[in-house]
């Protein structure tokens, strides 16, 4: 018996994350995984990725840092992924094992991947493949349904506040979209568990064509609800009965920073190869970075009731920016700027003025005016 994960997405992030807590679970004897990869876009350029995992010998996640003021660093042979498929290519095998074998649907498709296209994204018409996530997600749920109709828990790890009720919405309209049957969508309710998830891992640099380097920090709260369940038993998975606050420390204090020092870096101009921890020893910069967060997102936490949550996060957060073996890129960073700001600016200020924040925020005010909301969500 086994516990197949299918992973929609061949991103470092989960290679480091969730593919190796599955893998420390398995070593540790526990029934988790194995692990399908799914590269989601026809890409060739990432053929040679999803190629290699395939190896049976898996790739390696250098986890590097400090934990407890201790150095960390070594690695982690992770081999809990058996092979890899393009969504593309290997759609019939795709649908077969969606179908008769998986328990767990993993994704991490990017800050757009729950973008649909009307036109591309029909998946009655033969021999169609969708376009988007959300609706080559639907297309194999129709076939789930009509050929074992076995339960499901689908775990997303995209950034998106809301992210489980966020892409189970898209799948029913891409569904609804392309005539799915009633009686498909008392199925989906009552046997499909979308969980809201929340993930915290800095994850730095690829290892060519496949590994990670990362932080030695890591979490995965995934929100206690009807049907959802763990892949596996691991110290650094909870499950929880409120992810917002893990999403609100998470997402208003680290991912904030991280805009925030994108901005710095975008409209001044600096270093092209500029990572978090360089940036952060230019004096002045780390000194706008301090009173930010304790004159502007410390008051909005405390709004909030969870300032000392927020501050003893913040400790961290530091702690982690200043990582000496990470180079995590400003310029990967930046990618998405608009939508990052959408969530993790415009958000904050939306969060801590309901809660009658006594910060006037200006440096958080200022940067939200330069992406108007309605450019930022795009």
Known sequence: MTSRIIQFGTSRFLQAHAALFVHEARQAGQDAGPITVVQISGSSSRNGRVAAFGKPGGYPVVLRG??????????????????????????????????????????????????????????????????SFPAK??????????????????????????????????????????????????????????AETLVDRIVSEPIEPIGAIAEPYAIWAIKRAPGVRLPCTHESIVLTDNLEPYECLKLHILNLGHTFLAEIWQREHRPTDETVRLILADVGIRERLDTLYRDEVLPGFAANDMASEASAYVATTLERFSNPFLEHRLSDIAQHHHAKVARRIHAFLKWATAANSSSKMPALKELAGRYPLQEAAV
């Not at 759609?91 to 094992?97: A, G, K």
């Not at 506040?161 to 392309?178: H, I, K, M, P, S």
Request: glycine share 8%.
């Open 66 to 131: 400090i934990s407890a003021g201790q150095p960390v660093d070594h690695t982690v042979n992770v081999t809990s992924v058996e092979r890899g498929l393009s969504a593309t290519d290997d759609w019939d095998e795709l649908s077969r094992i969606f179908s008769t074998e998986a328990e767990f649907i993993v994704s991490n498709t990017g800050d757009t991947g729950y973008q649909t296209w009307q036109d591309e994204d029909r998946f009655g018409v033969t021999g169609q493949i969708p376009r």
């Open 137 to 194: 997600l639907a297309a194999l749920l129709v076939k789930r349904w009509q050929i074992s109709g076995r339960p499901l828990v689908i775990l997303p790890c995209e950034l998106v506040t809301g992210n489980g009720l966020v892409l189970r919405q898209a799948v029913v309209d891409c569904a609804q979209q392309n005539d799915a049957p009633t009686d498909f969508m008392v199925w989906l309710d009552a046997n499909v568990a979308f």
